[in-house]
Nanobody, 122 residues
């Protein structure tokens, strides 16, 4: 079992930055690929970024060049640095852990956090 807790969300103006964190506990964090997803009301959960246990990364096209995913295996923490934020980035952001590799497929993630709200004002 892996427990995930996100933090760092909030309200920011367009063009601003936020850094999300995801603290993991339970089974060995470094054994899992990790991902960030986001969701807005009435829409499916959307892939944002993923990172393998050896820090290979994969990004969704809308966030490439603006967001950076990283992990600190010693601290059992996942990060998402979000720069040049846009109103369309407004969503609840979720971190997730996968035993099946770093993937953009929602169904391949085994554990999820409770989410943190990010609101970008125009």
């Amino acid at each position: 079992q892996v427990q995930l807790v996100e933090s760092g969300g909030g309200l920011v103006q367009a063009g601003g930055s936020l850094r999300l964190s995801c603290a993991a506990s339970g089974r060995t964090f470094s054994r899992y690929a990790m991902g960030w997803f986001r969701q807005t009301p009435g829409k499916a959960r959307e892939f944002v970024a993923a990172i393998s246990w050896i820090a290979e990364t994969h990004y969704a096209d809308p966030v490439k060049g603006r967001f950076t995913i990283s992990r600190d295996n010693a601290e059992n923490t996942l990060y998402l640095q979000m720069n040049s934020l846009k109103p369309e980035d407004t969503a609840v952001y979720y971190c997730a852990a996968s035993s099946k590799g770093y993937t953009d497929t929602y169904a391949l993630y085994d554990y999820w956090g409770q989410g943190t709200q990010v609101t970008v004002s125009s």
